[in-house]
C-alpha cells in the first residue's frame, strides 16, 4: 500500500506535495519521493524513511517547479531496503517521463520478460512499478508514432496499458513539457481522486484528505479504467480507457488503511467504521450476553468508530483501555516479524483502572496474524480483567491478498485452516466474535449503491482479477526482500514461518 499525489499548479508546488504526503503518510512508512518539473527538467528527491526525515530544507530548495508528484511508500514486491525501488521512476523516452504507482501487479513476471524480449525495454529493480513505468513508455512511443504527443495519444497509450496489464494500480505520471495524467485499474481497487484550490491549482491523490487537508476542493473520484489528462494550464480532459470498467474498490481501506476522515468512492470511512459496529454488535449479542460485558475498548486506532457503535448499541461504557505511543509506525504495515513482534508493547500501554477486575470487549478493526492480538489479550489480563472477550469488525483474514496488502501467504494468517475455537486458544480471549463476510460488504456497500461489489478476497477468497493459485505463488515469490538475509526485517522472512511466529 502506498500514497500518491500529483500537483499541477501556477506557484511552486514542492511544499503542497510535501505536505500532502504528510497526510498520507498512514500510507506507507518505508520510503518517500517528490519529482517537480521546472522548463523541460526534471528535479527528484527519494529515500528511505518517513517524510519528515526524507526532505530537508535543502532537498525542498532543490525541487523547483509548478507541477510535481510524490509518493509514499509501504512495499509489498522488490527490497524494501533498496533506495533505487523508492518511488517516483523515471525514464528518459518517450519524452521523458516520471510515475508514481499505488497497488501491485500480478502479471510483473511475464511483463518484465516481455519488456526485455519484445519491447526492448531494461528495468533495474525488481519493483513492479517500475515494470508498470516501462509499459505505459512503450505503449506511449507506439501510439505518438514520432508525431507531436496529442492527449488521444496518451489515453491510447493506457488503454493499451490496460489490456496488458493485471492487478491492481493507481498511477500519476509526469510527461516532460506537457503535463500530468493520472488512471486507475478497471476494477477500481485502489483509490484515486481529485480536486482544485481556489487558486486554479489540480491535486489528484489516493485519499481525500490529502485535498482537503491542504486547502483543495475534492471534486470526485477518477472512475475505474478512467484517465485524466493536466494540461500545465490546470485544463482536464477525462477519458475512459477501459473496456469494461467495474467498481470494485479495495474492502481493506475501509477496514483498516484509509484514514477516517478520507472519502473514498463516495464512502465515508468513518461512517463505514460506525456501519461495521453496528452489525458486529448483533454478533456480539448472539456469542456473548451483554450483562457479562463490563466496558468496550477499543484496541487503537481504526476500531475507535466500531468500537464506539458497538458499545452504544451494547448499552456499555466505551472506556480508552490501552494509551497508543504516536511515535511508533503502525504495526501492521512495519517491514518485518522482529519489527512487528518488538512494537506491540512499545506502541501500546494498558491503563490498570480500566481492566481491574471488569469483564472487557477489546475491539479490533482486524486480526491479521494473530500474534498481536494474542499479545494484547495478555496485556489486559496482565493489566488485572477478570475475563478478556474480542471483537474483530473485520470477519476472518483467511486467503493471500495479491492487490497490495501484505497478506500474500496464506500459512502466516491465524485464521487459515483454524477453526473459531483454534483461533480462539491461540490468542487467548474467553470469546471470539468476528464480523459475518456478508455484514461487511452490505454494511459498507450501501454507502454507494454504484459500487458493482468489493475486492475482498483476503475475506472470501474471490479475485476480481481472476488469478490462478499459480499466480499467487509467482506474486509471492517476488514479495520484498533484504539486503542482507540476517536482518529478520523483511516480509520474506515471513515465507516460512509458522503462524505462531507471525504477527
Known amino acids: 500500500m502506498c500514497g500518491i499525489v500529483g500537483v499541477v499548479s501556477s506557484t511552486p508546488v514542492n511544499q503542497l506535495i510535501y505536505d500532502a504526503l504528510l497526510l498520507l503518510q498512514h500510507r506507507g512508512q518505508d520510503a518517500a519521493g517528490i519529482a517537480t518539473q521546472q522548463g523541460r527538467k526534471f528535479f527528484m528527491h527519494k529515500a528511505k524513511g518517513m517524510v519528515k526525515d526524507v526532505f530537508r530544507t535543502r532537498n525542498m530548495r532543490a525541487l523547483p517547479g509548478n507541477v510535481g508528484l510524490g509518493q509514499v511508500r509501504y512495499p509489498t514486491a522488490g527490497n524494501a531496503y533498496s533506495e533505487e525501488e523508492a518511488q517516483p521512476f523515471y525514464v528518459n523516452a518517450p519524452f521523458g517521463i516520471v510515475l508514481v504507482h499505488n497497488g501491485n501487479l500480478t502479471n510483473a513476471v511475464e511483463l518484465r520478460k516481455e519488456l526485455f524480449s519484445t519491447d526492448h525495454r531494461h528495468t533495474n529493480t525488481d519493483s513492479d512499478s517500475e515494470v508498470l513505468l516501462n509499459v505505459f513508455a512503450h505503449e506511449l512511443e507506439r501510439a505518438t508514432h514520432g508525431v507531436p504527443l496529442q492527449k488521444e495519444d496518451v489515453f491510447n497509450a493506457i488503454r493499451a496499458v490496460h489490456k496488458r496489464v493485471q492487478g491492481s494500480y493507481a498511477v500519476i505520471a509526469l510527461i516532460a513539457g506537457h503535463g500530468v495524467v493520472a488512471f486507475r485499474d478497471p476494477n477500481g481497487i485502489r483509490p484515486l481522486c481529485i480536486g482544485r484550490g481556489a487558486d486554479g491549482t489540480v491535486m489528484v491523490a489516493s485519499e481525500s484528505v490529502a485535498l482537503e487537508g491542504t486547502m483543495q476542493q475534492l471534486e470526485r473520484d477518477i472512475a475505474p479504467g478512467e484517465a485524466v489528462f493536466i494540461g500545465d494550464d490546470g485544463s482536464l480532459t477525462f477519458a475512459q480507457c477501459a473496456e469494461a470498467p467495474s467498481l470494485h474498490p479495495c474492502i481493506f481501506e475501509f477496514v483498516y488503511l484509509a484514514r477516517p476522515d478520507s472519502v473514498l468512492d463516495g464512502m465515508s470511512v468513518y461512517q463505514a467504521r460506525l456501519n461495521l459496529g453496528e452489525t458486529l454488535a448483533k454478533r456480539v449479542i448472539s456469542m456473548v450476553p451483554p450483562n457479562e460485558i463490563?466496558?468496550?475498548?477499543?484496541?487503537?486506532?481504526?476500531?475507535?468508530?466500531?468500537?464506539?457503535?458497538?458499545?452504544?448499541?451494547?448499552?456499555?461504557?466505551?472506556?480508552?483501555?490501552?494509551?497508543?505511543?504516536?511515535?511508533?509506525?503502525?504495526?501492521?504495515?512495519?517491514?518485518?516479524?522482529?519489527?512487528?513482534?518488538?512494537?506491540?508493547?512499545?506502541?501500546?500501554?494498558?491503563?490498570?483502572?480500566?481492566?481491574?477486575?471488569?469483564?472487557?470487549?477489546?475491539?479490533?478493526?482486524?486480526?491479521?496474524?494473530?500474534?498481536?492480538?494474542?499479545?494484547?489479550?495478555?496485556?489486559?489480563?496482565?493489566?488485572?480483567?477478570?475475563?478478556?472477550?474480542?471483537?474483530?469488525?473485520?470477519?476472518?483474514?483467511?486467503?493471500?491478498?495479491?492487490?497490495?496488502?501484505?497478506?500474500?501467504?496464506?500459512?502466516?494468517?491465524?485464521?487459515?485452516?483454524?477453526?473459531?475455537?483454534?483461533?480462539?486458544?491461540?490468542?487467548?480471549?474467553?470469546?471470539?466474535?468476528?464480523?459475518?463476510?456478508?455484514?461487511?460488504k452490505n454494511a459498507i456497500g450501501k454507502l454507494n449503491t454504484d459500487v458493482h461489489g468489493f475486492e475482498a478476497s483476503c475475506f472470501d477468497g474471490v479475485y476480481v482479477t481472476g488469478i490462478t493459485p499459480e499466480g499467487i505463488s509467482q506474486v509471492n515469490a517476488g514479495r520484498v526482500s533484504t539486503e542482507e538475509d540476517e536482518l529478520d526485517t523483511s516480509r520474506l522472512s515471513l515465507r516460512n514461518a509458522d503462524v505462531t511466529d507471525a504477527a
Not at 469483564?359 to 494474542?374: A, C, H
Request: proline letters at 6%.
Open 294 to 440: 463490563d466496558a468496550v475498548i477499543p484496541i487503537p486506532e481504526s476500531s475507535r468508530p466500531s468500537a464506539m457503535q458497538l458499545a452504544q448499541l451494547l448499552g456499555k461504557p466505551y472506556r480508552e483501555g490501552f494509551v497508543k505511543n504516536r511515535y511508533v509506525g503502525r504495526t501492521f504495515i512495519m517491514p518485518g516479524q522482529g519489527a512487528r513482534k518488538k512494537s506491540v508493547r512499545q506502541k501500546l500501554n494498558a491503563i490498570g483502572s480500566e481492566f481491574q477486575g471488569r469483564n472487557v470487549l477489546l475491539v479490533d478493526d482486524s486480526i491479521v496474524r494473530g500474534t498481536t492480538s494474542k499479545e494484547i489479550v495478555q496485556m489486559a489480563r496482565d493489566a488485572g480483567a477478570n475475563k478478556v472477550y474480542l471483537a474483530s469488525a473485520a470477519p476472518p483474514v483467511r486467503f493471500p491478498n495479491v492487490y497490495g496488502i501484505d497478506m500474500p501467504t496464506a500459512k502466516e494468517l491465524v485464521a487459515h485452516d483454524r477453526s473459531l475455537e483454534e483461533i480462539r486458544q491461540y490468542i487467548g480471549c474467553d470469546a471470539l466474535i468476528y464480523q459475518d463476510v456478508d455484514g461487511m
